[in-house]
């Protein structure tokens, strides 16, 4: 009758450290699972707030944009007027050049062109500055456009585009 009791206890002590390793996988398993759910939320939040920056820089590449292009307009009108003015000066150069061969009576009309040429002149070179910083902002402008574009660019994995 001994060889019984020592099976029944050998089957209880099986039972239990069979019972003993399930609660204890289970748990680490439990836990497993729970840091999966917190790293899964964890990423979540990330991919949220990325998205809220790449919304944001979107907002404001398209802000560059119009900025860009609003500076464009201005250049080109400013180009205009410095073309305009630079007909005019070479019109009131050639008017100058022909009355200085008029009479003593004419000089009077000949220093009052003058004067309105070297005005026009003084405007001329005062929209070729302009110009050029306006130019010099567009190039700025173009710049910053470019570097966040490169940025949104690493951002989304895309290949960056070449430098100009």
Not at 40 to 59: F, M, P, Y
Not at 105 to 130: F, I, M, P, T
């Amino acid at each position: 009758m001994k060889p019984l009791p020592r099976l029944i206890s050998l089957a209880v002590v099986a039972i239990l450290a069979v019972l003993g390793y399930q609660l204890v996988t289970s748990s680490s398993l439990d836990r497993r699972v729970g840091d999966q759910g917190r790293r899964i939320d964890q990423v979540s939040l990330e991919s949220a707030t990325h998205s809220r920056d790449i919304a944001e820089q979107g907002r404001r590449l398209e802000s560059t944009r119009a900025a860009v292009t609003e500076q464009g307009a201005r250049i080109e009108a400013l180009e205009k007027r410095v073309a305009e003015d630079e007909a005019l000066i070479q019109k009131t150069a050639s008017e100058l050049d022909a009355l200085e061969e008029v009479s003593a009576k004419e000089r009077d009309r000949v220093s009052r062109l003058d004067a309105d040429l070297k005005a026009l002149r003084e405007a001329g070179d005062q929209r070729a500055r302009e110009l050029e910083a306006l130019r010099k902002d567009s190039r700025r402008l173009d710049q910053d456009l470019d570097r966040r574009l490169r940025e949104l660019e690493k951002r989304l994995g895309a290949p960056p585009a070449p430098e100009p």
